[in-house]
């Protein structure tokens, strides 16, 4: 194991001073001067130092890149960073390592779930699979008797008309056939 390390790193915004540790620890000065560890909080499962910027808005420092700034070789100049065991709660320089464009792309695909996984389920969708089919089947058959009005129909599963449109031209939900 290496021995841990502390470089010093001043924020650009607010030109405050911190002591950052190899390991992941957070020193900063107290009005008296007098060096403390910093409580680091978690922001969308990262590790971050709050802070108050000049216009008095709230604003986070994430932790794991100042260490990868400061303790990490960074040869190709590369802007993304991978935690090495996939934990991002450890920020030890060690479990740090700068990524390439491509590398994060592929890290970032093999955390996203293709829909295929839940076959009656789309994540951030309005309408799930089944009602997208019942949906068609309502535009097919209004096709042929043009009684319903688009905007009622639209109304009827909670969306807007336009929405109704981009599925009946195929624009979204393509791959759903309308259900028999």
């Not at 020193?27 to 969308?44: A, F, V």
């Not at 499962?45 to 990490?72: D, E, T, W």
């Not at 740090?96 to 293709?114: F, G, H, Q, V």
Request: charged share 30%.
């Amino acid at each position: 194991m290496k021995k841990e390390t502390w470089k010093k790193y001043i924020h650009e915004e607010t030109g405050k001073e911190y002591q950052i540790s190899s390991f992941g620890k957070v020193k900063s000065q107290d009005k008296d001067g007098k060096l403390y560890e910093h409580t680091s909080y978690k922001n969308n499962g990262y590790r971050c130092i709050p802070y108050r910027k000049p216009s008095g808005k709230n604003g986070l420092i994430y932790l794991h890149k100042i260490v990868a700034n400061l303790f990490v070789e960074n040869p190709h100049g590369y802007k993304k960073l991978k935690f090495v065991n996939g934990d991002s709660n450890n920020c030890m320089a060690h479990n740090i390592e700068w990524i390439s464009p491509e590398e994060a792309r592929e890290l970032n695909r093999s955390r996203t779930k293709p829909y295929d996984i839940y076959p009656d389920y789309s994540p951030n969708a309005k309408l799930s699979k089944s009602r997208v089919a019942i949906i068609k089947k309502r535009i097919k058959e209004n096709e042929k008797s043009g009684k319903t009005r688009w905007s009622v129909l639209a109304k009827q599963f909670g969306i807007n008309s336009r929405h109704l449109w981009q599925i009946r031209t195929g624009r979204i939900w393509s791959g759903i056939k309308p259900l028999d």
